[in-house]
């Protein structure tokens, strides 16, 4: 099942929980603005090359648009829409005051130069500046994108509209970055674990933790995890995985990994079958990788009493059914990764105040926003007898419809 797919159909199930009238179903699911633009730039060798841009604006119900831009070969509409969509349940989720976009622009970033690079997200800014602001759509980093990427897009956009930091997030510093946005969905995906912990009378100190992808989000959460006394004892990145039932000295991995060593030759652990990383023996697992990677063929395998969803759609529909039935505690994407764009609203703040948080104020704020979250969720798990998966969905599916009517939609 593809995302557009899945995300759709835990749409309806929530819809379906909370006796939304079938007007305002069929609504909220349809996009607000579907935005596609040929970018045509020259090459470095002086030939013409055209890529396709896209941006989907779903929702603006609740505020701006936010999500991210995607570089990638594949960039494919169907899968933006999802993604989109999925942007505005989630804000909702993190009550943030936005509604859900995506965007994206079908090339490969590893095969362009730096300025053709810079060109092409020049030529998409132009092509798309009066469609997106400050109060409109805030665009941020995704796949194949960075905080150089959103800095172009700052500057093209502020010689038509005049400076505008606050028109994109995810930016560098020294740009009007936020502190503490390179650790926010790692530092929230940890938040988010301490809060259902605790609910099970339980906390990171002594509990056993496998990581997929030791990326963003898999570094950060691993780091502050092990400062926490949890016990890492495997995880992965794309050359394989290795484990240490003792727990892996996060620390000394980092530094070894920062001085150009790989997880498989790293002196702190044992190589191990990465298939069989998914369904190692331990309390909490969290895929920090790949979206589909609980499937079907291993879900049935799982030993993890929790699985944290750092990832984007780690678990497919069927395998979110097994794992319930073996009574696996799934904390779903939509809230578990919501510290990333909960810290990019924190910057949009500050670009607007003009006033600069100190990193203990984003973390602090960050903890606030992620633990009543959790709450909230947990209400409408016990108000609708469902799942945190299907609490998260009915919670920001709920805020969103709530305030569509607030403002009047049929007229
Ligand atoms: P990164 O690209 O920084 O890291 C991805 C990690 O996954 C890398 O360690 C990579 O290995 C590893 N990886 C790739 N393929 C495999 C594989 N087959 N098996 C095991 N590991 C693999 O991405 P992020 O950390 O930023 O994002 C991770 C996930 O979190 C994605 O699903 C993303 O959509 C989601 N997410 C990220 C947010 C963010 O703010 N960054 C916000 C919300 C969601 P290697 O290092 O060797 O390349």
Same mark, same amino acid.
């Given at each position: 099942m593809n995302a557009?797919a899945a995300t759709?159909r835990n749409?309806?199930k ?156 995810? @930016?560098?510093?020294?740009? %009007? $970055? +936020? &502190?503490?946005?390179? *650790? ?26 496998v990581?997929q ?41 980092? @530094?070894?990994?920062?001085? %150009? $060593? +790989? &997880?498989?030759?790293? *002196? ?7 298939n069989e990383l998914l369904v190692h023996?331990?309390?909490v697992l969290i895929p920090?990788a790949l979206g589909g990677v609980l499937n079907k063929e291993n879900a049935a395998s799982v030993k993890a009493k929790f699985i944290v969803e750092a990832a984007n759609h780690p678990t497919d529909p069927e395998a979110d059914e097994i794992l319930s039935k073996k009574g696996v505690i799934i904390l779903p994407d939509i809230?578990a ?50 799942n945190l998966r299907m ?21």
């Amino acid at each position: 099942m593809n995302a557009l797919a899945a995300t759709s159909r835990n749409f309806r199930k929530a819809a379906r929980l909370l006796g939304l009238d079938s007007k305002i179903e069929k609504s909220l699911l349809i996009p607000f603005r579907e935005i596609k633009v040929e970018c045509t730039i020259p090459k470095d060798d002086g030939s013409l090359v055209s890529y396709v841009g896209f941006r989907v604006q779903h929702d603006n119900a609740r505020g701006p648009m936010k999500g991210g831009i995607r570089y990638h070969p594949e960039v494919d509409p169907d899968e933006v829409n999802a993604l989109a969509q999925l942007m505005t349940w989630k804000t909702a989720v993190a009550d943030i005051p936005y509604g859900g976009a995506k965007g994206g622009i079908g090339c490969n970033p590893g095969e362009l130069s730096t300025s053709e690079l810079e060109r092409l997200t020049r030529v998409f800014t132009q092509k798309i500046h009066d469609l997106i602001g400050i109060h409109t759509d805030v665009p941020a980093p995704d796949m194949g994108t960075n905080a150089q990427t959103m800095a172009w897009i700052l500057d093209e956009y502020s010689k038509f509209h005049g400076h505008s930091p606050a028109v994109v997030t995810g @930016k560098p510093i020294d740009l %009007g $970055g +936020s &502190l503490g946005r390179e *650790a926010a969905t790692g530092r929230g995906v940890v938040f988010a674990s301490e809060a259902l912990l605790a609910e099970h009378g339980k906390s990171v100190n002594g509990l056993t933790f496998v990581i997929q992808g030791f990326g963003n989000v898999g570094s950060w959460a691993a780091k502050l995890i092990h400062e926490r006394g949890g016990k890492i004892i495997a995880i992965s990145d794309i050359s394989g995985a290795i484990n240490n039932p003792n727990g892996i000295d996060i620390p000394e991995l980092l @530094k070894h990994k920062a001085c %150009g $060593g +790989s &997880l498989l030759n790293f *002196a702190g652990g044992n190589a191990m079958d990465p298939n069989e990383l998914l369904v190692h023996e331990c309390d909490v697992l969290i895929p920090c990788a790949l979206g589909g990677v609980l499937n079907k063929e291993n879900a049935a395998s799982v030993k993890a009493k929790f699985i944290v969803e750092a990832a984007n759609h780690p678990t497919d529909p069927e395998a979110d059914e097994i794992l319930s039935k073996k009574g696996v505690i799934i904390l779903p994407d939509i809230y578990a990764n919501a510290g990333g764009v909960t810290v990019s609203y924190f910057e949009w703040v500050q670009n607007i105040q003009g006033f600069m948080w100190d990193e203990d104020k984003v973390n602090s704020e960050l903890k606030k926003y992620m633990t009543r979250a959790f709450h909230n969720i947990k209400n409408m798990c016990k108000t609708h007898d469902c799942n945190l998966r299907m609490g998260a969905f009915t919670l920001g599916v709920n805020r969103v419809a709530r305030a569509t009517v607030l403002r009047g939609w049929e007229a």
